[in-house]
């Protein structure tokens, strides 16, 4: 590591401790709202890592998740906590790599259709499996708090960021960065293009099974519905978009803001937080492409253009 | 037998809303993805033209089409044209128009919950039974049919034999080409984009007459059409239809021997297998 690269880091590692001192100081709503904020920066931005260079639009986050809950649901009693979301990051790492097998060779298209019903046939299956064997929703008791519950997943954020932070630096992100460009290009200069994209799109997955795994504890009743909500992808989409998938930053800074204001409209009107929904996905595409990051990128450019005439 | 019939019935009406949508897709060049809320709320207009003033929901295709067609022309002009204009590529303008439609299906989700509610709706219009090779068929079911066939024969005939469909069929293959031949393609994409809707809001008001709606159940009928869509290619009529008979089918038959939940997971199961054997399409070409 250089000592500019060095620089860069420390005020990552400061935000992350100053991040882990939240639950010590918050008030239980604030706190709820942090873990929150903490489980959509996980998703936003592993998503983002997949979507903003290959600029496949993933509506997949929703299975990968109820996939994780369920983990959590039918494993606690047996086995200890801590393994629960490594097992159900590799059944999300399994799932994604087979749907992106399937998918991705195709254009986008047929990706974001295939991932927009994946939740639904997921659960479709689950609740008929649930059905033939008698069985309902399950209730996850456990002890764990959610002091905890916020700690795990700002670990896993951490992770999340450091596995942005090394693909980009690495032979994969280049190879992406080409794809997302101009995939022909990226063909005729002997890039798998379709390897490439799968092993990526496994990222996206693994997290946001592990994020389930980790918040079952907190739905305390899991049942397919509520478990395969198909509105989280949505959710998550929107969050990276707005914030901006060209920095590893950026769905951060989409994160906060939106918790928030949804947050406020279902407390205020919560029959209208899906017009809310459509409304912000119109003001990304016609006044922020790009989210924030691609504000911000205009406004430097600007403010160098003024100083330098 | 049934199962056949009812699925071929089923099948009908899912072909009339996936042409709607392959207009839009194959020629326009837009992925509508409100395109199931459009369908509702035609539904809605023929819901409220039943039950508030008494008119047959057949009576109201007539009005729903034209509406459905100026709203969805002004959709174009207004949201999707300007869109359409700052694409770099194809790939740029179907990540903008997934997004926009995305919003557009939201927010009308949004404003249809709010005017009309969040509850179910349904109306009982020919509901009576009538016997077909021994078993019994809701009679609203073979209108519904009989009636998106009609509509569903015309617009080929349409497309096939007149200059304005030669037009649109121009446009489908080739926008860059059919500007060379002296088509106005903002125009015509405006058109068929327009009479897309039109048909698929025809379509919602067909499925009203049998099927329960609500304001939030689009979704599930846009992910239907998409596969119809897809499974029969994009651009091919006769593709369409066949896909839509299958998967009327299809349904039919999961729902009846299997769960009738599962009648998504069933028509998921097919759209996997079109994309593992054969992406383009059941009568596509193999891309060279």
């Known amino acids: 590591m250089s000592a500019q690269e060095i620089g860069k880091v420390i005020p990552w590692a400061l935000a992350l401790v100053v991040a882990a001192f939240v639950p010590l100081m918050a008030s239980p709503y604030w706190l709820s709202m942090a873990t929150t904020m903490a489980m959509f ?44 979301p490594l097992i159900a990051a590799a059944l999300g790492g399994i799932l994604a790599a087979l749907v992106g097998m399937v998918t991705l060779r195709l ?40 002091k905890d519950i916020y700690w795990m997943l700002l670990g896993l954020a951490a992770l999340v960021y450091l596995a942005g932070w090394l693909i980009g630096r690495s032979k994969l992100g280049f190879a992406l960065r080409i794809i997302g460009n101009d995939e022909t290009v990226a063909r005729h200069v002997g890039i798998d293009t379709a390897m490439a994209k799968v092993a990526l799109f496994t990222i996206p997955g693994m997290a946001a099974a592990a994020v389930g795994a980790i918040l079952a504890p907190r739905y305390i009743y899991i049942e397919p519905s509520t478990a395969f909500a198909p509105l989280l992808s949505f959710q998550v ?8 998938t060209g920095r590893l930053w950026g769905p951060l800074a989409g994160v906060i803001p939106f918790t928030l204001l949804w947050e406020f409209i279902t407390r205020q009107a919560p029959n209208q937080t899906l017009l809310l929904l459509g409304i ?9 492409p790009g989210g924030f990051v691609g504000l911000w990128g205009r406004i430097r450019r600007r403010l160098h253009q003024g100083g330098g005439a | 037998m049934f199962i056949l019939i009812t699925g071929l019935l089923l099948g009908g009406t899912y072909a009339l809303i996936a042409l709607g949508l392959n207009l839009q897709y194959g020629v326009a060049r837009i992925m509508n993805l409100a395109n199931g809320e459009l369908l509702v709320a035609g539904g809605f207009a023929a819901f409220w033209a039943y039950t508030a003033a008494q008119v047959s929901p057949v009576a109201a295709l007539v009005l729903v089409a034209p509406i459905a067609f100026a709203v969805n022309w002004l959709i174009y002009r207004i949201m999707l044209q300007p869109l359409v204009s700052r694409a770099k590529s194809r790939g740029a303008l179907e990540v903008d128009s997934i997004l926009a439609t995305f919003g557009m299906s939201f927010a009308l989700v949004g404003i249809m919950t709010a005017v009309f509610g969040g509850g179910y709706f349904n109306y009982a219009y020919l509901s009576q039974p009538i016997d077909i090779f021994g078993s019994s068929y809701g009679q609203n079911r073979l209108v519904a049919f009989v009636l998106a066939a009609i509509i569903g024969l015309g617009l080929w005939l349409w497309l096939s034999y007149t200059r304005a469909g030669l037009r649109l069929r121009a446009l489908a293959v080739n926008p860059n080409s059919a500007r060379l031949v002296g088509i106005d393609t903002r125009a015509a994409s405006a058109q068929a984009f327009a009479l897309g809707g039109a048909i698929t809001a025809v379509g919602g008001a067909l499925i009203s007459m049998f099927f329960t709606l609500d304001a939030s159940v689009g979704v599930l009928f846009t992910m239907k059409a998409l596969i119809i869509v897809i499974m029969g290619g994009v651009g091919d009529i006769r593709g369409t239809i066949v896909a839509a008979m299958i998967l009327g089918i299809c349904e039919t038959a999961v729902a009846r021997l299997i769960d009738p939940g599962l009648t998504l997971a069933a028509a998921y199961v097919l759209f996997l297998g079109i994309l593992l054997f054969r992406p383009q399409g059941l009568f596509g070409k193999k891309p060279t």
């Open chain 1, 107 to 146: 254009s986008g298209v047929y990706f974001v259709i295939f991932t927009l019903g994946l939740a639904e046939l997921v659960r479709q299956v689950v609740t008929w499996v649930q059905n033939q064997t008698g069985q309902r929703g399950m209730y996850v008791l456990t002890s764990i708090t959610e």
């Open chain 1, 237 to 244: 989409v929107i969050m990276a978009l707005l914030g901006g």
């Open chain 1, 41 to 84: 920066v996980v998703l936003a931005t592993s998503w983002a890592l997949f979507s903003g260079p290959t600029h496949y639009i993933s509506l997949a986050t929703a299975a990968f998740f109820g996939v994780g809950t369920f983990v959590t649901g039918l494993g606690f009693q047996t086995l200890p906590f801590w393994m629960l």
């Open chain 1, 280 to 288: 912000v996905f119109l003001l990304i595409v016609y006044v922020l």
